[in-house]
């Protein structure tokens, strides 16, 4: 019976990293600062989903209400490893548009932190 657990446990030994879940990705925070520099030299998406819409941060892509992400997915980066920066006025509406990209299967996407209203009170630089 000894040699049965051991054998089990074996089994588990070997198996246990194919059964992990995959790491989902997780939702990056960005300084408005830190998409100041990064507009200097966009090589992402810019996605603005306050509702209702508002001015948007120059270099802004596209607007989709936060609410709608899914139904505008022909809006969006077909490449799933895109690297997309969401932002609204304050935060909010970010965020959650953040987390459902996330749950549509984009793995690069980061949430403006304080939204459009932090990034314009950056000084000209």
Do not use: W
């Not at 209400?65 to 935060?91: H, S, W």
């Not at 996407?109 to 459009?116: A, C, D, P, S």
């Amino acid at each position: 019976m000894k040699r049965y657990y051991i054998c089990l446990l074996g089994m588990i030994l070997v198996l246990a990293p194919a059964l992990q879940p995959v790491v989902a990705a997780e939702l990056k925070p960005l300084k408005p600062v830190e998409l100041k520099v990064m507009l200097a030299n966009k090589d992402f998406f810019l996605l603005d989903v306050h509702i209702p819409e508002q001015t948007n941060i120059p270099g802004t892509d596209a607007f989709i209400d936060f609410r709608k992400i899914r139904e505008n997915m022909d809006q969006l980066p077909a490449a799933k490893d895109t690297k997309i920066v969401v932002y609204c006025l304050g935060g909010h509406m970010g965020r959650i548009a953040g987390f459902e990209l996330i749950k549509l299967g984009y793995t690069d996407v980061f949430e403006l932190k304080g939204g459009r209203l932090a990034f314009n009170r950056l000084s000209p630089q």
